[in-house]
């Protein structure tokens, strides 16, 4: 199971009554990071199937025990009636802000129903994931949901953005109503924009002369919405470095008073930030080094040598003396965002508090991009045939939670059921297989979870050998970004499906397209195969272009196999335009076969029988 998918929510309780959900239970226990509460009157041996470290019970009512452990849990999921869910969680909720996720499943385990804290919560997304891994609907009942709009109350947290002041809900209730929302961004990652550029609901022009029924702010400066009746919120990209300079021993105190008063003079919003930036010599600055704690923020130093190649508008004389450098805070600020001294949006600023030691110097460059604070993650997931209901669980629930899901267009098509509307979906031609990577790849380095999807088994002609290709080129070092592989149904084993066992004894799957490999090379294969009798599959058999390759594959294998060998001609398998046609190597080329076909060649053993391909393991003699 793809845990890793379910790190967001965790940790996550899952309660119940009794033991009558055991299936529901064994299924979530086995494939989610969840702790099982259950009844201590429920200890018995039927729970011994259950018995792991993460299964619990509780002696008083599940009302006191869910009073004891709300705090404790980001999620949690009940198998009970939703109005006996809804008494016990009422007294509990304080808002929507800071309550967890609430999730209901019935207990037949058909339906999965994100009750509370669908948006901040993530109960929605944690709905969808449950449904996936259990074979069950999710039910969702928000507004943006069946608008198949972005909640914009939880649209920045892919991006590593804060959300800021403002009236959230008088700016959903406009987007519920469909009304005309502006978006004003001034700085962040506009992925998100492209996908709604089409939207008449959003106004992406600041100039436009439309009057707004609310308005989105994208910005790192802070802006005071209090004197306005338009509904307004803002979101806070992280883009600000500041740059620290400061005399040994300088407190915490003093420093954060620093920063904060030259973000109150330029308006600059302290959600905004980064990070810290200064010279190398202060790595061990006990003021800074709290103060990024408290914050949460990274640091960045740099060496007196970096600073010192750097122009800034305001370089001490002083200060090269006693650091080898002319500045500190504006050197290391615009270092911090790797450009020119246009990045500083500050310069330097001054500080000193009588009565109190030490000094402070700040100064603050803004970034073209922002820090995320995430570490990114590449799915490199196989879909399977077409079929929704061929895709594994671990796929599906590695789909809808990515941000970005990257793949071709008709792959992209098959699964769109599984998408979410704040998703980023991005279509590569069939030919581009070297930029869908590269796109996965950089947009993973910058902190989101991407999805990148290839048709049958991910690992077999797929995406996946040539993405970690492409990471080896990079230098990754093979923890940033996280990879994880999902297998999908192979082609060759979806049209053996469907045909009956032709691979039930030893295989091989041979690409007859040479745009990646030379023909030569492919038929040395084609010969080792017939020679060999192995059963083999066929994939990219013939193109519009390419048509001769088919015909000789079918002539070196009439040298070594019988001119009634079956062979099964699949297209678009599991698909609803599906085509089956099992006929044999001699008349195998008087049926249509193009790119979306695999073709299956039996061994000298395979037969025909009842319109079934079958190739003997063994097990049975003489038997056909």
Known sequence: MNNSSFERFQPIAFLSTNTQEIPIIRSLSQNLPVTIWLPNSTKSLENQELARDNLKYYNDSLSEHLTNIWRKYRAFVFCLATGAVIRLIAPLLKGKDCDPAVIVIDRAGKFVISLCSGHQGGADLLAKLIAHQIDATPVI????????????????????????SGNWTGVMAALARQEQVQVIQETGNTLWQHKHLEN???????????????????????????????????????????????ERGTSTVVI?????????????????????????????????????????????TFTSEKLKQVTVPTPSEIVRQEVGTSSVAEAAAICAVEKDVNSLIVPKQVFKEKGKPGGVTVAVAKANREYTGRTGKLYLVGIGPGSLAQITPAAKVAITEADVVIGYS???????????????????????????????????????????????????????????????????????????????????????????????????????????????VIKKRLEAAAMADFVTALYNPRSQKRTQQIITAQEIFLKHRDKNTPVAIVRSVYREEEQITITTLETMLDNAIDMLTTVIIGNSNTCNYQDWMITPRGYLENIF
């Not at 008449?200 to 009746?229: G, L, V």
């Not at 030259?262 to 800074?288: P, R, S």
Request: charged share 20%; hydrophobic share 40%.
């Open 410 to 520: 008709l792959y992209l098509d098959l699964i769109q059921p599984l998408l979410r509307p704040e998703q980023i979906i991005e279509s590569f031609p069939i030919t581009q297989e070297k930029q869908r990577g590269e796109r996965a790849i950089s947009l993973a380095e910058s902190g989101l979870t991407v999805a990148v999807v290839s048709s049958g088994d991910c690992g077999i002609y797929g995406m996946a050998g040539l993405v970690l290709e492409q990471l080896k080129v990079q230098h990754w070092d093979g923890n940033t970004p996280k990879v994880e592989v999902l297998p999908g149904i192979s082609a060759l084993q979806a049209a053996a499906s469907r045909v009956g066992a032709p691979l039930m004894h030893d295989f091989c799957a041979i690409s007859l397209s040479d745009l990646l490999t030379p023909w030569e």
């Open 141 to 164: 009942t928000g507004a943006s949901s069946s608008l198949q709009l972005p909640a914009i109350d939880i649209l920045g947290y892919p991006y590593g953005w804060v959300k800021g």
């Open 200 to 246: 008449k609901i959003f106004d992406f022009d600041s100039a436009t002369t439309t009057i707004p029924q609310a308005r989105i702010w994208i910005s790192e400066q802070k802006r005071n919405f209090t004197q306005s009746q338009l509904p307004q919120v803002q979101w806070h990209p992280r883009v600000l470095w500041i740059g620290i300079g400061c």
């Open 256 to 300: 954060e008073q620093a920063v904060i008063a030259t973000c109150e003079k330029y308006n600059l919003a302290h959600d905004a930030i980064a990070g810290i930036a200064t010279i190398d010599i202060k790595a061990d600055e006990v003021g800074i080094l709290e103060l990024c704690n408290c914050w949460n923020v990274p640091l960045k």
